[in-house]
């Protein structure tokens, strides 16, 4: 089993939200929590700060928000959120809220005009009601609202959800209204928790460190989906689970990711107790960018083209962190994964995927790494796309450099070996899903050469205009590395390219355009290593450019 289970010593503690609700035939004001002044529910008073209240936007009861409740005293006190509401002498009421427990490690009790019925506490990771029918003795004010009160286990800091309190004596809430379009950048949350969902929380923090939004409390094996509307700025996701083995892939295979126009922001599933991903929102001044960019990161290339722009894309990307060789075993088992085609969580290799069949291979993220082998399918290694006897061998950052290694098939990479890519004529070798290894055929070049299949053609192309930029300082010293590289590099910081290779790589990038699978693996080197593809997030740079 994966729990054992957690103890925590009791703390006795007890804390009211008392509600009272100023108001014509009972109606309690903002009872569902819709407006907010300064992270503060309009109409409500905080009196001390044994309990925080914030705005969430999931988990909700009706309309648009509702009240994270952060009970967080260890002593009881009187830690309220207050309004006043009045009643009229003989008149029965019903009031009611709604409650969400994530922990289920407080109880909720309500209090109308006293103490009334407690909620179940081990009812977590959904809405349970509490109510009460009321007479008022007299024509007057009375006091409304929650207590919260500890149980076993309770740790200092446990998470309610309030909603919907309202009276129901003759009184209808109105449907919500519909919700607002949104007039900055609509992002959206989707998220699948794994078998033990009560141990995932999440933050949305933006640059100066104030949270914008949260989640916690859900469901075993569920897929919650959620719109958040976001100003420009700078935000850090951060994810977490309370055991310690993240969402995937021992217990289920959970995952999340934010996308925002199609992008993917951030995405994963696979960390121990925390992982963090940062992303920026805004126009980021590129000209005429077709790309969704960190804000300002292409902003002084904004206006460049030809070689010009080439040399300022180096500035922008040349200083990267290179994490070393070691540590692209960690990305391929993050990142690299056929969420896209089959979907089935296996390592996505370039060389024996089958976008539209199923796969003849597939690989095990870790238990399948290289290891030896005889024939395809035996194991998955690290290929350099841009291989390293090109550039000298071993030597960083180029090594190490995620831009353009990714995962494959230990047999099919070898038989690649560091032969150029091409268009195949008469094929001497083909893999699973069709790359051939061969004789060159209508590029202008007679030597072997190796062709990946067209799903993949562009995000090759992208990759060598990538190695072109990034290395502009060192580039025109590899032409004589090694016969092959000879016969695709020319010697020069500018084109780089024989004129072969250029007009291949351009039809390429044309026939096969920028899709999910790498805008993904854009971010996530983004990540990783602290630069981007600017191919990938403006692909007019290799008109403006080449």
Known sequence: MKHSNKYR??????????????????????????????????????????????????????????????????????????????????????????????????KARLYVDGYRGYSNENQTGQWQQLSYQYTASSSKDIEVGLRFYDTSGFDGSEIVYVDHFTPSDSTTTPPPPPPPQCQQNSVQFKLITDNYASETSWELKNQQGQVINRGSGYANTTTYTESMCLADDTYTFVISDSYGDGICCSQGNGSYELTFNGQVLAAGGQFTNQEQKQFTLGSDGGDGGGGQDPTGYYASAAGLTGFTLKSQLHTIIKDHNNRGYSALWSFIDQYERDNYFEKDNTVLDRYSEKPTTADSVNFTAVGDQCGSYRVEGDCYNREHSFPKSWFGGKIEPMNSDVHHIFASDGFVNAKRNSYPFGEVGSASYTSSNGSKLGSASGINYSGTVFEPIDQFKGDIARIYFYMATRYENVVAGWQNKSSYGNDVLNGTTNVVFEPWVVALLKRWHQQDPVDDVERARNQAAFEFQGNRNPYVDHPEFVDKIW
Request: proline share 3%; net charge negative.
């Open 9 to 106: 010593n009791s703390l006795n503690t007890t804390v009211l939200i008392g509600l009272f609700v100023p108001i014509v035939s009972a109606n309690v004001s903002n009872g569902s929590f819709e407006n907010w002044q300064q992270n503060t529910p309009s109409n409500w008073s905080t009196i001390d700060t044994g309990i925080t209240i914030n705005q969430v936007g999931s988990p909700l009861k009706d309309g648009q928000s509702a009240a994270e409740v952060v009970v967080k005293t260890a002593t009881q006190g009187n830690t309220d959120l207050r309004q006043t509401i009045s009643v009229i002498g003989g008149q029965n009421y019903t009031f009611s809220t709604w409650v969400y427990h994530t922990e289920g490690n407080v």
